[in-house]
């Protein structure tokens, strides 16, 4: 599969899946997985309550990740020697089976308002492992650090530090999970922010994340066709470009288990006691450096709106700069540009710069509005452009954007494939995004999907509707399951030329 | 007696006004540059020093077959006007230009990473040229870079300005009025390594030729710091000097009070680096060569005041400091009665005087501070004296004893002086010789001096 294969334009609720992929570790195919852990009560608020035409359902997406230890090969960069990574594995419900860990992890794709939780088991291996965590910065959770004395190592407390206690240190943001290959710790967020967010491990982040347990965590509004809940971020089609970087002294020390704060006496050669010495060799954008011949990045077409989302796992300040057009930057962390006029509204305030600065940890969105078919090359103008010194390479991306016009499809969906955790509703909205009125003609679910099962989903409303410009209109789709892992198609029919036909791929989650 | 004063104050605002017609080209201080809409580049190796007494060898461009320069040429071009650009190519590595921000197309040569390159240099093969052109869509300040192997070649030297004018408003950084000045200054910053330059000249200058694996991009670390191609103090010497033939370009603001002082970033290294403006803010009105606004406004309504602007690699920032003019500063800039005898005649509805643009509230109060004796001062065994012997503007005192071999009297006008430099200090060094690096004096002059 494609390294850096973006996310389909009208980007599944639930869909969860690898946009990214390290080296030669191949991918997943996200059509695969399981996305979804069949609901338990305080897991499946989608299915408790019956949702009116006015609040859609807010999904519950579960994801299921595994710490892994592995090595990329030697010269899969220009690196001399293996490289021994710390990535997360996407599992299927439960740890059933797990993929290939990747350096970045697999993107996650939520929805605004939504509750994600990770399921995390560490299986780091090898002579030096620790405790592993998830946090996600920008989004609100409960957080229960962990606390040791830095003298004896052990721990002293989690949660708030004890009254008293003026010298314990966090180890962790958040709560721990062990390296026992085993153990489930369950890292949950509710009421999700829309953007673009970078996950990664909370525990000893100055290693961690130098040995690559992070990702990208996107999350949608609910008209998916937006990047922010605001009319100035609409796109048309969207790429990731996230950065990170290697300094492999930290690696090869980890791999040989020459890594602690307090190394025997004497210590053996090699050993290293911090990552304060920071030299990073090797620089990557979706977890690839520039090699000649790289595939390009489909970018959308011309006169298109694309959305580019800048995350930086490394720990240098970056400079993504696009070469010819300029980028309307329009969010930072998660948070679009708005201003407060003088007459009290609040407006759009996207900042026109053919590059952006990027610093370590952060988020940038930008849209881009081709003026041509062609590459557009994406480059770091801080100039981590060479594989340990070794020209080209490092972070250079080409955006291809195709020379079609862009269509003038007025009728756009939510979703293009609802997923059902359990039996329940799920809604699917049709939005008129033209001017002119749109007729709905039918709604109709077929047979379609792996394992046809038609009879287990109903639509709430198969009358024609007629759409005004602007206005949408909201289909509950109902799932009872009568086979295993049953899939169908819902196919809206219209008026419209362009777009005849609409379909919503139906999957049902039943063991 | 109401009457005398009244004939004395006409008098003195009489003797200004003549002194400010008096010189015969008063001179915009402007930035130094090419002018046109062709132009040549040919990519060159050369020397330039540094203020540690250090020389340096470099890759830059000279404008036609000249000898190279540190930066490139500042190209300076009017809205609207199609660019040709000609490459030509003396290095042993091939290059390419970048104009970011520009839609830019190239033929000659052989395509590149980010645009089309002009082979390296072969002896008696005839040199190939690259053609880009482009037309300047937008004012604004822009850079130039190379696109070939750019961690290496920028790091070299291959870097250099552009400035677009607005069509019809030469006075103006874009077409809204909200950035109109009356002076402007660039601050092109760059940084540099100079081991690497020494071991690409031992590599490059032997006869095996250039081996561009001895050097290691990623253990770059820069000791050297640059405003237009110079290290402090060399940036306020003149421009064009002898003893400077590959930097050519200073950086020595001089402005009167009232002046609106445009100053051009330009950050063409790879480093960042937080310049600040002593004296007061700046607004920053535009970056990367568009003025900050809401969608549909003409004025950059999103200007923000800082007095720190943080210079990102291959970024422009331009940003409008003053118009200063010691405004609730407590004391005449000018000078109390007794040591500068003048006049504040605010004009109607202002505090200001029109013609010296002194603050009259503040007329006649004294400088609040006891000024250490003359014989408790001194100027720095390395340095620029930029102290004119008292703190008042247009009077000049006794100033210190100055060491002629390593300071100089920089300030015989009677100027007050701001350093503007890189708010990393470490940046204020060259090759840990302080002071030095990524600094200049701004030079405010009294009104009727006249600024080169």
Redesign the interface.
């Known amino acids: 599969m494609s390294l850096n294969h973006r996310l389909s334009r009208f980007h599944s609720r639930t869909w969860v899946g690898c946009l990214t992929c390290l080296g030669l570790v191949a991918c997943g195919n996200p059509e695969s997985r399981a996305p979804a852990a069949a609901g338990t009560p305080e897991r499946g608020p989608a299915a408790a309550a019956a949702p009116s035409l006015d609040a859609p359902v807010l999904p519950t997406v579960e994801v299921y990740l595994r710490a892994e230890a592995f090595d990329l090969p030697a010269m899969a960069f220009n690196n001399p020697a293996p490289i021994r990574m710390w990535g997360f594995a996407e599992c299927k419900e439960a740890f059933t089976s797990c993929g290939q860990p990747t350096v970045p992890g697999p993107a996650l794709g939520v929805e605004e308002g939504g509750t994600l939780t990770i399921h995390v088991i560490n299986g780091l291996a090898g002579p030096y492992v620790e405790p592993v965590s998830v946090v996600i910065p920008g989004q609100a959770a409960t957080m229960n650090p962990v606390w040791f004395d830095p003298v004896t190592g052990s721990v002293t407390a989690t949660g708030a530090r004890p009254a008293g206690d003026y010298t314990s240190r966090v180890r962790s943001f958040t709560a721990e999970t062990p390296p026992d290959g085993a153990t489930v710790t369950s890292y949950s967020w509710t009421g999700l922010r829309a953007g673009t967010y970078l996950y990664q491990s909370g525990s000893h982040p100055a290693v961690q994340m130098q040995m690559g347990l992070f990702g990208a965590l996107l999350v949608y509004p609910v008209n998916s066709a937006l990047a922010y809940p605001d009319p100035s971020t609409a796109f048309d089609a969207e790429v990731t470009l996230l950065f990170s970087e290697i300094d492999p002294v930290l690696h090869d020390a980890i791999a040989a288990g020459l890594y602690g704060s307090q190394p025997p006496s004497p210590p053996p050669a090699g050993w290293l006691t911090s990552t304060i010495e920071y030299r990073p060799q090797y620089f990557f954008i979706n977890g690839q450096s520039f090699r000649p011949a790289m595939p390009v990045l489909p970018a959308g077409v011309r006169g298109g709106r694309l959305l580019i989302r800048f995350l930086n796992a490394g720990l240098s300040n970056r400079v993504p700069a696009v070469q010819g057009p300029y980028m309307s930057v329009i969010a930072e962390d998660g948070h679009p540009y708005m201003v407060t006029s003088s007459t009290g509204s609040v407006l759009p305030a996207p900042r026109e710069q053919y590059s952006v600065l990027l610093p370590a940890g952060k988020t940038v969105d930008a849209i881009l509005v081709p003026a041509a078919a062609g590459d557009i090359p994406v480059y770091d103008r801080r100039f981590g452009l060479s594989n340990a010194g070794t020209s080209p390479g490092g972070m250079l991306v080409y955006l291809a954007v195709a020379g079609t016009a862009p269509s003038q499809q007025p009728l756009r969906l939510s979703t293009t494939r609802l997923v059902f955790n359990t039996a329940g509703l799920r809604a699917v909205t049709v939005r008129n995004t033209g001017i002119s009125a749109r007729v709905i003609t039918g709604a109709e679910i077929v047979g379609g999907g792996a394992n046809p099962a038609p009879d287990a989903f109903s639509v709430s409303n198969t009358a024609p509707v007629t759409l005004a410009g602007g206005s949408s209109a909201t289909f509950l789709v109902s799932f009872n399951p009568t086979t295993t892992n049953p899939t169908a198609l819902l196919n809206f029919s219209t008026n419209d030329p362009l777009t005849p036909l609409l379909t919503v791929r139906l999957v049902g989650i039943r063991r | 007696m109401i009457q005398t004063t009244q004939q004395g104050r006409r008098l003195f605002i009489l003797l200004l006004g003549a002194l400010l017609v008096l010189p015969a080209a008063p001179g915009r201080a402007t930035v130094l540059g090419a002018t046109g809409r062709t132009f040549t580049l040919t990519a060159r190796a050369d020397t330039i020093s540094t203020g540690d007494g250090d020389s340096m060898w470099m890759w830059g461009l000279g404008l036609g077959g000249g000898r190279m320069q540190y930066p490139g040429p500042t190209l300076i071009v009017t809205e609207g006007d199609s660019i040709t650009v000609i490459l030509r190519n003396q290095l042993p590595v091939p290059v390419s230009l970048?104009f970011?921000?520009?839609?830019?197309t190239a033929s000659g040569g052989t395509q590149g990473?980010?645009?089309r390159e002009v082979p390296a240099a072969r002896p008696g093969v005839p040199g190939q040229a690259v053609v880009y052109r482009f037309t300047a869509t937008h004012p604004g300040t822009f850079s130039y870079h190379s696109?070939t192997?750019?961690?290496?070649e920028?790091e070299m030297g291959l870097v250099g300005a552009l400035i677009v004018r607005p069509r019809g408003s030469p006075n103006q950084a874009y077409n809204d009025p909200a950035s109109a000045f009356d002076r402007e200054f660039l601050y092109l910053v760059t940084e540099a390594d100079p081991v690497l330059h020494q071991q690409l000249a031992f590599s490059c200058l032997s006869a095996a030729g250039c081996d561009?694996?001895s050097?290691?991009?990623?253990?770059r670390h820069p000791t050297d710091w640059f405003v237009n191609g110079r290290t402090f103090p060399d940036t306020m010497m003149d421009p064009f000097v002898a003893y400077l033939p590959t930097q050519p370009y200073n950086c020595a603001p001089m402005f009167h009070p009232g002046d609106r002082v445009l100053i051009r970033w330009v950050a063409g290294g790879?480093?960042?680096h937080p310049f600040h403006t002593h004296g007061q803010n700046h607004l920053v009105i535009a970056?990367?060569g568009?003025l900050?606004r809401?969608?549909g406004s003409a004025a950059p309504d999103?200007a923000v005041s800082d007095y720190t602007t943080?210079n990102?690699?291959?970024?422009t920032v331009d940003a409008l400091w003053g118009p200063w003019t010691g405004e609730r500063l407590g004391w005449d800039v000018y000078g109390t009665q007794d040591i500068n005898p003048h006049t504040c005649n605010a004009a109607p509805g202002s505090n200001f005087d029109p013609v010296s643009r002194e603050y009259c509230p503040d007329h006649d109060k004294p400088l609040p501070v006891t000024l250490p004796s003359q014989s408790d001062v001194t100027y720095g065994v390395v340095g620029v004296g930029m102290w004119g012997g008292t703190p008042y503007l247009g009077v000049s005192g006794d100033v210190p004893p100055i060491n002629p071999a390593s300071s100089t009297q920089m300030n015989v006008v009677g100027g007050i002086s701001f350093m503007w430099h890189s708010h990393a200090e470490r940046e204020l060094t060259t090759n840990n010789i302080f002071i030095g690096g990524m600094a200049t004096m701004a030079l405010i002059v009294p009104v009727g001096t006249a600024i080169p």
């Open positions: 970048v970011p921000g520009h839609s830019v990473m980010l645009t696109g192997l750019p961690d290496l920028v561009l694996a050097v290691d991009l990623t253990r790879a480093d960042l970056r990367d568009r900050l809401t969608p999103l943080t990102v690699p291959g970024e």
